[in-house]
C-alpha cells in the first residue's frame, strides 16, 4: 500500500523550501548530464578512431621495403631493398599463424581508365585473392579476383561504386571492357569500401597481380605484402613481425635492427594500443563524473539534515505517538531519494537528448562521430541515482531516528 500521507507530507517539505530544493536537484542533475555527456564524447572519439581501422583487418600486418641506413657486414648504408614474388611464398609457407596474406603494387605511370568517351584518373591497385578480406571490400556486383584469374594471368578489373558511376552513367559495367592505362580490361565485379567516408579507397581499381606485372612490365617486384594474423594476441604478432624480419634481413643481407630497411605496421598493436587508451579515458571520464555527482549528493545530504533540523519537534511528537525509527527513517530517506532521482532522471535525459542531436546533426569526421550513451550506461546511471539518493538521505534519517521525544519538544 502506497502511504498517501507520507508522500504529502514530503512533497509539502519541498514546497516549503522550492530554491534549496531547486538548487540541491540542480546539482545532481548537472552531475548526471555532464557524466553522460563525458562518456558519449568519449565514445564518439572512440567511434572516430575504430573508423579508421574499418578501411582494413584489425588484425592485419603490413609490410614495405624502403632503404638500408646501417652498415651491414661490409655493405655501406642507403642500398634499396626490392621485395619480389618469392616473399610472398616465402612468409605463406613459413611463417606460423599466417591466414590471408596477398602482395600489392600500385601503377603510377598512367592511371588513367575509360569506357567509350568517358575517362578519368583512378588508383590501380595489383593484388591477389585475399586482398579483397584483408581491406574489407564488399563486393556489390559480380565477384572479386579469384586464384584462376591470377593462374591463367587474365585480363580482369574489378571497379569501385565511384568508378563505375564515373564511367558508366548508369550503365551495367559487369562484363564490359575498359582501358586501364591503354590496355583493354574486362569488368568482373563492383566493390564499396566498407569506410564509405574514405574518398581515397572508393576511386580504386584491382587488377590480378600476374596480370599487371606482366603485361606493365612489372617483372617479379612487390611494392607491398599485407597479411593477417587470425586470432594472435599483441604478443604472437610481434613474434610473427620478428619472424619475417629475420627472414627479411637473411634474404636482403641487411640488419635486423635496421627499421628502415623493411617497414611492418602492425594492426594488432596499434588496435589493442587504441583500446587501452580509450578504456583509461572511460575511467578517466567516470572519476570525474562520479566527483561531480558526489558534491551534488552532499548537497542534498546538507539539505536533508537542515530539513530534520527545522522538523525536529515535529519527529519528536511523532516518535511520542508510537512512530518506530524506521518509519522516521524511511521518511526522510524516500524524501531525498525522490529529489535525487527526479533531478538525476532530468539530467539524464538532457545529456541523451543532447547526444542526439550532437549525433545526428553533426558531421561524422574521421576522428569523432556518433557520440552516444548506451542503454548500459542509462541503466548504470539509475542504479546509481537511486543508490546515491540512499546514502544522501542516510546520515540525516539516522539522526533523525535518534532524536528523543522529550529533548524534541523541548527544541526551540
Not at 612490365?217 to 607491398?224: A, C
Not at 542531436?357 to 569526421?365: D, R
Amino acid at each position: 500500500m502506497i502511504d498517501l500521507d507520507k508522500w504529502q507530507e514530503i512533497f509539502s517539505t519541498i514546497e516549503k523550501n522550492k530554491l534549496r530544493t531547486f538548487l540541491t536537484g540542480f546539482s545532481v542533475a548537472w552531475g548526471i548530464f555532464m557524466l553522460i555527456i563525458l562518456l558519449g564524447s568519449g565514445k564518439g572519439l572512440e567511434n572516430g578512431v575504430k573508423n579508421q581501422f574499418n578501411s582494413s583487418a584489425t588484425n592485419s600486418l603490413w609490410m614495405w621495403s624502403g632503404q638500408t641506413t646501417l652498415a651491414y657486414k661490409g655493405m655501406k648504408p642507403g642500398r634499396n631493398i626490392q621485395m619480389e614474388n618469392s616473399d610472398y611464398d616465402m612468409i605463406r609457407n613459413t611463417v606460423q599463424g599466417v591466414e590471408y596474406i596477398s602482395p600489392r603494387n600500385y601503377i603510377w605511370q598512367n592511371n588513367t581508365i575509360s569506357y567509350k568517351r568517358e575517362f578519368g584518373n583512378f588508383d590501380i591497385r595489383t593484388v591477389m585473392p585475399d586482398y579483397g578480406i584483408i581491406e574489407k571490400v564488399q563486393m556489390l556486383k559480380g565477384r572479386f579476383i579469384n586464384n584462376y584469374d591470377i593462374e591463367k594471368v587474365r585480363k580482369v578489373v574489378v571497379i569501385s561504386i565511384v568508378v563505375k558511376e564515373a564511367l558508366f552513367k548508369g550503365e551495367e559495367p559487369i562484363d564490359k571492357y575498359i582501358t586501364v592505362s591503354g590496355v583493354p580490361f574486362q569488368v568482373i565485379g563492383v566493390f564499396t569500401d566498407q569506410d564509405n567516408n574514405n574518398n581515397e579507397n572508393n576511386r580504386v581499381v584491382y587488377l590480378p597481380i600476374s596480370t599487371a606485372q606482366r603485361v606493365f612490365n612489372g617483372g617479379n617486384d612487390v611494392q607491398l605484402i599485407s597479411l593477417t594474423t587470425g586470432k594472435a594476441t599483441v604478443e604472437e604478432s610481434k613474434m610473427m613481425e620478428n619472424k619475417i624480419l629475420g627472414m627479411m634481413s637473411l634474404k636482403y643481407k641487411f640488419d635486423p635492427k635496421d627499421t628502415r630497411a623493411v617497414q611492418i605496421w602492425n594492426n594488432v598493436e596499434q588496435y589493442e594500443k587504441f583500446m587501452k587508451l580509450f578504456q583509461g579515458i572511460r575511467l578517466f571520464i567516470w572519476i570525474i563524473g562520479i566527483g561531480t555527482i558526489i558534491a551534488g549528493i552532499v548537497g542534498v545530504s546538507n539539505i536533508m539534515m537542515i530539513v530534520v533540523k527545522d522538523r525536529t519537534k515535529e519527529i519528536g511528537i511523532r516518535k511520542a505517538l508510537g512512530a518506530t525509527p524506521w518509519s522516521v527513517i524511511s521518511l526522510v530517506m524516500q524524501e531525498s531519494i525522490l529529489i535525487t532521482g527526479f533531478a538525476g532522471y532530468i539530467g539524464l535525459l538532457l545529456g541523451i537528448g543532447l547526444l542526439e542531436l550532437v549525433s545526428k546533426y553533426l558531421p561524422p569526421s574521421d576522428f569523432f562521430r556518433n557520440p552516444e550513451a548506451d542503454f548500459t550506461i542509462a541503466v548504470s546511471a539509475t542504479i546509481l541515482l537511486v543508490f546515491a539518493g540512499a546514502v544522501a538521505g542516510f546520515v540525516p534519517a539516522r539522526k533523525a531516528a535518534a532524536v528523543k521525544p522529550v529533548e524534541a519538544l523541548r527544541d526551540e
